[in-house]
């Protein structure tokens, strides 16, 4: 079955840029949009942003320009890239499968296969 | 910050139900029927349990069940047992200044 598994440093310094990957096992890219979701620590869950290799992206204005998102469909890969970190960027990052669209409809509006997540601290 | 309102925690004996409410806006949860709710045991990672608004993926227990009116959507959990003791969110798709907004989260105690 289809998993993600995402990767990437534990401990990342203050203003220094953030780099996680999103793999995608046993499946493929192809027409579903890619998400990234935080979770800081006992805290609730904070959507930071969507990829799809041919619509685009879009991400939550609260990250602003900080944020930047890629899909490789060859490697099947989703990747997030943060900067200018500070300790309030601390969190478990999961990468999760959204919404897929072909043509002029989408379906499955909602979040149906995560990732087990990776733990970010941010921390000099 | 959460832009969907969530009871910070709910409580139940076993076998009784409960129902955890979300609240938001006339452009999110209002607007769309693409509400869900999530499981969320410590240390792992979130389980999806309700898609647009009501529907259950295979493999979730009935006992799960969920509905919306106006901006409040609602989980319920009847026959609650103890494995149920976990972070429940909602999630709904939204036309404001975000795609996503997840609630707060509501952590149930099984008593």
């Known amino acids: 079955q289809v998993q993600l598994q995402e990767s990437g440093p534990g401990l990342v310094k203050p203003s220094e840029t953030l780099s996680l990957t999103c793999s995608v096992l046993?499946?493929?890219?192809?027409?579903?949009?890619w998400h990234w979701i935080r979770q800081s620590a006992g805290q609730g869950l904070e959507w930071i942003g969507r990829?799809?290799?041919?619509?685009?992206?879009n991400f939550s204005p609260f990250l602003g320009s900080r944020v930047t998102l890629s899909a490789d469909t060859s490697k099947k890969q989703v990747s997030l890239t943060l900067t200018s970190v500070t300790a309030a960027d601390s969190a478990t990052y999961y990468c999760?499968?959204?919404?897929?669209?072909?043509?002029?409809?989408?379906?499955?509006?909602?979040?149906?296969?995560w990732g087990r997540g990776t733990l970010v601290t941010v921390s000099s | 910050q959460s832009a969907l309102t969530q009871p910070a925690s709910v409580s139940g004996s076993p076998g009784q139900s409960i129902t955890i409410s979300c609240t938001g806006t006339?452009?999110?949860?209002?607007?769309?029927?693409?509400v869900s709710w999530y499981q969320q045991h410590p240390d792992k990672a979130p389980k999806l349990i309700i898609y647009?608004?009501?529907y259950r993926p295979s493999g979730v227990s009935n006992r799960f069940s969920a509905s919306k009116s106006g901006n409040t959507a609602s989980l319920t959990i009847s026959g609650l047992q103890a494995e149920d003791e976990a972070d429940y969110f909602c999630?709904?798709?939204?036309?404001?200044?975000?795609?996503?907004?997840f609630g707060g989260g509501t952590k149930l105690t099984v008593l």
């Open positions: 999760a499968r959204g919404h897929y669209c072909t043509g002029s409809s989408c379906s499955h509006w909602y979040f149906g296969l």
């Open positions: 647009d608004v009501s």
């Open positions: 999630c709904s798709y939204s036309r404001s200044v975000t795609d996503w907004l």
């Open positions: 990829v799809h290799t041919t619509r685009g992206k």
């Open positions: 006339s452009s999110d949860v209002g607007s769309f029927n693409y």
């Open positions: 046993n499946g493929s890219l192809d027409n579903y949009h």
